[in-house]
């Protein structure tokens, strides 16, 4: 990623959906192993070659395990290759507009170092209209980096959710078939997220990315390319500095 990252991930909408898929996958998964089930939607239709029964297209085992485990969805998505890959693609494609950004933030910065150099030497009308100039530019710029955020985020989102389609059968399997009967989230920390403490002999991220390495297909990246991290501390541009001093009362007095 560039120096001035925009967007962090998002948690809340991505995690809703993480539910929903794992939900889905899971839900089809403990009907299709039910014969109750299996009979009901297959009462009076006869199979064929090139209609496979439920039970064939199941994506994992009855759920019989009475194991613990956990994983971080994010991570398993953004440390996988083509997570990594989608990410790095998403961050350049927004590069001008970070630069942009930066451009109107070191606008902004000179305009503040003007006002607290020559603040005592402007009369009251001049200095008024360099304050007026600087809150201007600020919103200017607020609305910039929180539209660039949004658009962001959203992005990156979709890219989470696509990737989440195709990685929740194999954790879902993966799960059944090593003995959990329950799997945690550990995306967000507690008291956010469920999980108050767990140990790494019950997380089964790693696993997750090597195996949907190996079914994606997608190469690894250079080895010194570091993987995203998408929920760093919220990016977008770094806010100018406000000035030192603050302009005399008289004026009107600069929004931060």
Do not use: C
């Amino acid at each position: 990623m560039s120096k001035l990252a925009i967007g962090k991930f998002v948690v809340t909408n991505f995690t809703r959906a993480t539910v929903a898929v794992l939900f889905g996958f899971s839900a089809l998964a403990l009907a299709q192993a039910s014969p109750a089930a299996g009979a009901s939607a297959n009462h009076g239709a006869a199979e064929t070659p090139d209609a496979p029964s439920a039970t064939a297209a199941s994506p994992a085992a009855k759920a019989t395990g009475t194991k613990v485990g956990t994983i971080n969805i994010e991570q398993a998505i953004f440390a996988s290759n083509e997570g990594r890959r989608e990410f790095e693609a998403l961050s350049k494609k927004f590069e001008p507009k970070q630069n942009e950004l930066k451009g109107l933030a070191d606008e902004i910065d000179g305009l503040k170092k003007q006002l607290n150099a020559q603040q005592d030497k402007l009369n009251e009308e001049a200095r008024e209209k360099l304050v007026k100039q600087i809150e201007t530019r600020q919103k200017s710029f607020d609305r910039a980096t929180q539209d660039a955020q949004e658009d962001f985020q959203n992005q990156q989102g979709e890219i989470g959710n696509k990737i989440l389609t195709k990685m929740a059968p194999l954790i879902v399997k993966y799960s059944a078939d090593n003995g959990y009967g329950m799997i945690l989230d550990t995306s967000q920390q507690w008291p956010r997220g469920p999980v108050i403490w767990y140990g790494p002999a019950v997380d089964i991220t790693q696993p997750i990315v090597e195996a949907y390495n190996v079914q994606s297909g997608v190469p690894a990246p250079p080895a010194n390319a570091a993987a995203p991290k998408p929920r760093s501390t919220t990016p977008g541009a770094t806010k100018p500095a406000a000035p030192s001093t603050k302009p005399p009362a008289s004026t009107t007095p600069q929004k931060q």
